[in-house]
């Protein structure tokens, strides 16, 4: 969340980049009046506790002089109960400017482009040339059908819409391309890997910004347990440090994992949904990393390149998107989105958003840095991206290595992890 001394002292850029993000102004609004009447109930209980202890003082020095107290005594206790009275609405107070807090997104950056539609989005460059072919490429839902590689219907009936099952070489290309990444991430990028769990709290949800504003798209267990399945591994791997004040000699701290993710996908079933176009259960190899507000954007690009490398290693057509004010996360100051280019759809295909929070999470989470021994600490910064999201990625994949005889090519890098270097 936003710092609330920056949004006290700088109503206007929060009010602008609310508005370019899509947000209700209303929330600006409604924190400065809360903020307003936190003050003037602080400066109340101030002088209500001066003016009790003044009181408790005059009663002392009557008693030594055995005079009456009984008036002043009742006096004490009425100010007393005020006082408890302004605490209690205080505490609501905070409750509530809290909750609003929570419920303001954070601002874009000076390098994130104005505007609040997805027509704002710069595409940066193209990678990679689009393949030729001699034959009309088909969807990968053919493809995968026709190999007996993914049962999407057998999927559904197991679990429902937008669940699939992986058969045969296809449960064992999804099992490669994890291993693959996480070993291109771990041996070559600089990363520690971490298993996490699958679950998480409301607490650590609260601290990425998938609460409170998106509780309606995560599978949540119970209210007895009340656990929500992960919606992505950056849930779990940022929250690994919540409440720690780390060592800036041990910044930057870089962290990938495995997960599966579970969203409630929004979008009625066509064409735009059909296959693994969009899934309620999907693999993904996350990114995440911990550094210094002076590091950030540097490291946010390295993190982008990191994501790229993936893409390039398998041959794939990419293009890297410059994300507007209006298309970024709730919680993202700037974010680049990777797409593939899948043929058989026709589509470019987003497998990575790359982004830089700054400190929005990590004050959320409470996580926190001493820059150096017995400084006072501050917020570290946090990014993260997909290196990369599997669903799209195995799209792009079978359409782009897709034969005329219906069988499928495995790239390269892949075949040592696959066994075999084509799909038949």
Not at 11 to 22: F, H
Not at 99 to 125: A, F, Q
């Amino acid at each position: 969340m936003l710092d609330a001394k920056f949004v006290r002292a700088e109503p206007e850029k929060v009010r602008q980049g609310l508005i370019y993000k899509n947000a209700d102004p209303a929330l600006l609004d409604e924190f400065l009046r809360l903020d307003e009447r936190r003050r003037a109930l602080l400066v109340q209980v101030e002088q209500l506790k001066a003016e009790r202890n003044a009181r408790s003082e005059e009663i002392a020095r009557m008693k030594r002089e055995k005079k009456d107290v009984s008036a002043e005594i009742e006096q004490m206790r009425q100010v007393s109960q005020r006082i408890k009275e302004l605490d209690a609405e205080l505490d609501e107070i905070e409750r509530n400017l809290t909750n609003v807090l929570m419920n303001i997104p954070n601002l874009p950056h000076e390098t994130t482009p104005l505007c609040k539609d997805e027509s704002g989005n710069k595409i940066l460059r193209y990678e990679g040339e689009p393949r030729k072919f001699n034959f009309d490429p088909v969807p990968h839902w053919e493809l995968a059908t026709a190999l007996d590689i993914i049962d999407f219907e057998r999927g559904s009936k197991i679990a429902g819409s937008g669940f699939v099952l992986y058969k045969g070489l296809g449960a064992k290309l999804e099992r490669a391309l994890i291993n693959w990444m996480l070993d291109v991430h771990t041996q070559e990028h600089g990363y520690t890997e971490v298993f996490p769990p699958f679950l998480v709290n409301r607490r650590a949800m609260t601290g990425t910004g998938q609460l409170p504003k998106f509780e309606f798209d995560m599978y949540h267990t119970d209210k007895d347990d009340d656990l929500f399945l992960d919606p992505t591994a950056e849930v779990p791997v940022t929250n690994i440090y919540m409440d720690e004040i780390l060592d800036a000699k041990d910044l930057p701290i870089y962290l990938t994992a495995y997960t599966a993710c579970f969203r409630r996908e929004a979008g009625a079933a066509g064409k735009e949904t059909r296959g693994l176009l969009r899934v309620h259960q999907f693999d993904k190899v996350e990114l995440v990393k911990f550094c210094t507000p002076e590091t950030s954007y540097d490291e946010h690009e390295k993190l982008l390149a990191d994501a790229e490398d993936i893409l390039r290693r398998l041959k794939l057509p990419y293009r890297v998107v410059l994300l507007c004010s209006g298309d970024i996360s709730f919680a993202a100051a700037k974010c680049y989105d990777l797409e593939l280019y899948a043929p058989g759809v026709d589509k470019w295909l987003e497998v990575s958003s790359c982004s830089n929070f700054e400190a929005f999470q990590a004050r959320r989470a409470n996580i926190r840095y001493r820059p150096e021994p017995g400084a006072k600490p501050e917020f570290v910064h946090t990014l993260n991206a997909s290196g990369v999201a599997l669903p799209r990625l195995v799209v792009s994949l079978l359409e782009n290595y897709q034969r005329e005889d219906g069988t499928v090519e495995v790239p390269e890098v892949l075949r040592p992890y696959v066994g075999t270097d084509l799909i038949a």
